[in-house]
């Protein structure tokens, strides 16, 4: 909450608004990108969604979050057998994630 008040401080309410739906649409595009990488077992698709997301995680302090990408890189470069599964964890965090950051009122 500190933070978020700090934001508004800093950047004024209506560009935090911006900021968080635009943080939200930016989840949003990552997991269906994800869902569909794990429908189609892509390893290079996962390893570049996980790569984006997981700046994206660090930047709005979703640190558990970016700390699960940073599993699911590394299994998917190293083409782990569990990567697949790694993708499904990582993918309902991800989901918990947006629904907390949707929740979240300015």
Do not use: P, W
């Amino acid at each position: 909450e500190k933070v978020l008040q700090q934001l508004v401080k800093d950047i004024g309410l209506d560009n935090a608004r911006k900021f968080m739906d635009s943080l939200e649409s930016e989840y949003q595009k990552r997991i269906n990108s994800i869902r569909e990488a794990i429908e189609t077992e892509s390893l290079t698709a996962l390893t570049a969604e996980a790569h984006a997301l997981k700046s994206t995680a660090h930047v709005s302090g979703a640190y558990q979050l970016a700390e699960q990408l940073i599993k699911l890189e590394t299994a998917c470069n190293d083409e782990n057998e569990e990567a697949i599964s790694i993708a499904r964890e990582t993918l309902t965090l991800a989901e918990l994630t947006c629904f907390a950051y949707r929740d979240i009122k300015l």
